[in-house]
């Protein structure tokens, strides 16, 4: 195939600008900034999801401790009128010492469920407390993930103003070359002849072949016999 030396050098363009794209689609993939971004979101839905199970166990709690207090004031209201009944002496001596034995069952039931009562506020305690640490961690990585975000969306700023360049410089250069060889170049690609090296497959040219490629003349078109490549010598 024939192509004049400017197409050829256009073709060589057209490759180093799709490698350039092809590099900066592949840095926003790996962006450090996007990525830290994912970390944090991450750990900030451990904390959050944390917290969330942790205030779901301190709301039945709540309602363990209100039980507990309606159960310790029931028994205090009935030792209440059993003392008030001993206090004005009303009934039969046999009466009398019922209600004194029913004081002694209702004050040690009472101790019992202050007991559970207290255990279930010190528990509600502890709870609030872990409350509080993972809601400071959210916290915490909400901002990192609000500052990576802001740093990542700064980074793609940059590329996506570097991929529109090369964009609008192929979308104007496609046009203006031969249509057999951007066809080839469609398939194979194109790389430079640099020190006896194809600079796309990276392999040596051999003697041989390096002295028939010289002395192709300038308008034929070389290959690449390893990875087929447009050769262009420039
Ligand atoms: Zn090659």
Request: with cysteine.
């Amino acid at each position: 195939m024939q192509a004049s030396v400017d197409n050829q050098l256009k073709v060589l363009r057209l490759a180093e600008l799709d490698l350039q794209t092809a590099a900066l689609n592949q840095k926003t993939r790996t962006l450090p900034e996007a990525i830290a971004h994912h970390e944090f979101t991450l750990e900030f839905e451990k904390y959050r999801d944390l917290r969330i199970a942790a205030e779901t166990e301190l709301s039945d709690l709540s309602g363990e401790i209100n039980r507990a207090e309606s159960d310790v004031e029931q028994v205090a209201k009935r030792i209440e009128k059993d003392e008030a009944r001993l206090n004005a002496g009303q009934g039969t001596p046999k009466e009398l010492e019922q209600t004194q034995h029913e004081l002694i069952s209702l004050n040690a039931r009472r101790a019992e469920l202050e007991e559970v009562e207290l255990e279930v506020m010190v528990r509600a305690e502890g709870i609030k407390d872990r409350i509080k640490e993972l809601s400071a961690s959210e916290a915490e990585f909400i901002s990192k993930l609000e500052a990576a975000a802001v740093a990542r969306d700064a980074a793609l700023v940059v590329i996506n103003n570097d991929l529109k360049l090369i964009a609008d410089e192929r979308a104007e250069l496609f046009p203006t070359i031969d249509k057999a060889l951007t066809d080839l170049y469609e398939k194979f690609g194109a790389a430079k002849l640099k020190n006896g090296q194809c600079t796309g497959c990276n392999l040596a040219i051999n003697a041989g072949d390096l002295s028939k490629l010289n002395a192709l003349p300038a308008e034929e078109v070389a290959r690449c016999e390893e990875c087929r490549r447009i050769l262009v010598r420039a």
